[in-house]
């Protein structure tokens, strides 16, 4: 719990209901507002990039695991051997999830989750990070998820060569 916020320890935490619709809201609001966009991440940098047509935002990443659909095995980001090592030790902000949502069975490192009860789970990380959204990244199986952070705005190069 070392990435969270000070704040969190003496505030309870909101139920899960709450934490789900927040974490729905957020992810709607984002993909509206990203609607023409083309994005590139790298584990290696633990950045995830929005090209837009006039600017470009970077987020910090941390990722938060795999999920197959296929088996509907959830593995959290930081037991995932294949990642690099600042990415897994990145992770590693959401150990102990179960106990703090008293969800124990998410302490495992890898568990059955259903497609049902991703999103709550979804939810919790998002809260445990203070993430903007849990980017789903569903074009590779398994799919993957990132926590994005507050993002930095930098403008495109093709904006300052064109007039505007």
């Known amino acids: 719990?070392?990435?969270?916020?000070?704040?969190?320890?003496?505030?309870?935490?909101?139920?899960?209901?709450t934490l789900v619709a927040q974490?729905?809201?957020?992810?709607s609001s984002f993909l509206e507002s990203q609607e023409y966009?083309?994005?590139?991440?790298?584990?290696?940098?633990?950045?995830?990039?929005?090209?837009?047509?006039?600017?470009?935002?970077?987020?910090?990443?941390?990722?938060?695991?795999?999920?197959?659909?296929?088996t509907e095995v959830f593995t959290w980001a930081f037991a995932v051997s294949h990642f690099p090592e600042q990415a897994r030790?990145?992770?590693?902000?959401?150990?102990?999830?179960?106990?703090r949502f008293m969800h124990l069975e998410y302490d495992a490192s890898k568990f059955e989750l259903s497609h049902m009860e991703?999103?709550?789970?979804?939810?919790?990380?998002?809260?445990?990070?203070?993430?903007?959204i849990v980017f789903k990244e569903k074009a590779m199986m398994p799919w993957l998820f990132f926590a994005?952070?507050?993002?930095?705005?930098?403008?495109?190069?093709q904006l300052k060569n064109s007039g505007y």
């Open 89 to 99: 030790f990145a992770a590693g902000a959401l150990k102990g999830i179960g106990k």
């Open 148 to 157: 994005l952070l507050n993002p930095s705005k930098k403008d495109s190069p």
């Open 37 to 70: 966009m083309d994005y590139y991440w790298t584990l290696d940098e633990l950045t995830f990039e929005v090209e837009r047509p006039r600017s470009k935002l970077v987020y910090p990443l941390i990722p938060v695991g795999t999920w197959s659909p296929m």
């Open 118 to 132: 991703l999103d709550d789970l979804l939810a919790m990380a998002r809260y445990q990070l203070q993430a903007e």
């Open 23 to 27: 974490f729905h809201q957020a992810q």
């Open 1 to 17: 719990m070392s990435n969270a916020d000070p704040e969190m320890k003496s505030n309870p935490i909101p139920s899960l209901e």
